[in-house]
Nanobody
Framework: QVQLVESGGGLVQAGDSLRLSCAPS????????VGWFRQSTGKEREWIAG????????GSADSVKGRFTISRDNAKNTVYLQMNNLKPEDTAIYYC??????????????????WGQGTQVTVSS
């Protein structure tokens, strides 16, 4: 069982930046591809970024492309989501998720076996 812990959320103003972190408890993260998802009130949980096990491949959703960057440091056993130029519509609970079935990241929630508890990001206008 892999337990994921997210951190770095908070309340910021539009245009500010935040960096979210995701780390597993008691496991090496390098064997897992990781995705970041978010869910705002009344909406489905949506994929926003993913990164392969090695970190060589990554991608992000059109809604955050150019503003959010996913990265990983396997030496530090951590995956990051750098969020710049935040907008009020980015307000949501952000979740990291991990899977070991595929070397590359996927876009589908059901592909991910392990989830963190979520961290709240609130962007005021």
């Amino acid at each position: 069982q892999v337990q994921l812990v997210e951190s770095g959320g908070g309340l910021v103003q539009a245009g500010d930046s935040l960096r979210l972190s995701c780390a597993p408890s008691g496991r090496t993260f390098s064997g897992y591809a990781v995705g970041w998802f978010r869910q705002s009130t009344g909406k489905e949980r949506e994929w926003i970024a993913g990164i392969s096990r090695s970190g060589d491949f990554s991608g992000s959703a059109d809604s955050v492309k150019g503003r959010f960057t996913i990265s990983r440091d396997n030496a530090k056993n951590t995956v990051y989501l750098q969020m710049n130029n935040l907008k009020p519509e980015d307000t949501a609970i952000y979740y990291c998720a991990a899977q070991s079935s595929f070397a590359d990241f996927t876009y589908y929630r059901d592909d991910y076996s392990y989830w963190g508890q979520g961290t709240q990001v609130t962007v005021s206008s």
